[in-house]
């Protein structure tokens, strides 16, 4: 059976021209792409998404990082898509992210570090309402 997760490309990796081969790595790594947009978060957007994070001192600077310019949102599906998708990206810090892994390639820092893949099942599926209606998911 197949599950789904959200990714984002995010603000530092569009900006640097990784697109193409971050989605090359993803369905070249077994994901199918269920929904996938180029969209920019408002910072209210990006306060809603994150709001989980809202009392850890790094919150402003996500918020900010993370609705500076324009990212890719993208449903993906696999089986076993989050945790397989979570070791595809790598540690949240790309210093201690394993060699091949998203963030060890395309990463910059803890706080831009490239790609966001959901946390659970549960948080997949509000994670992908949070970006897609209905009729956008395939
Ligand atoms: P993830 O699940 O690996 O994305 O990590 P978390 O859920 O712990 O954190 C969410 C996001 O917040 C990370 O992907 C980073 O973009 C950011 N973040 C986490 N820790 C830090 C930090 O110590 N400093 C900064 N600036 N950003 C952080």
Redesign the pocket.
Known sequence: MTSITLMMI?PDAVENGYIGKIIEKVTSSGFKIRALKLTQLSKQDAERF?H??KE????P??VN??SRSPIVAAVLEKKNAVNDF?NL?G???PLEADEGTI?KLYAT?????A???S?SDKNAEIEASFHFSGREQF
Do not use: A, Q, W
């Not at 850890?56 to 919150?59: G, K, L, N, Q």
């Not at 820092?109 to 570090?113: A, F, H, R, V």
């Open positions: 995010k994150y989980v994070h850890r001192s790094f919150y600077e996500l990082f993370m979570r990206i540690s949240t810090n963030r820092s803890i706080g831009e570090n790609v966001h893949g946390d």
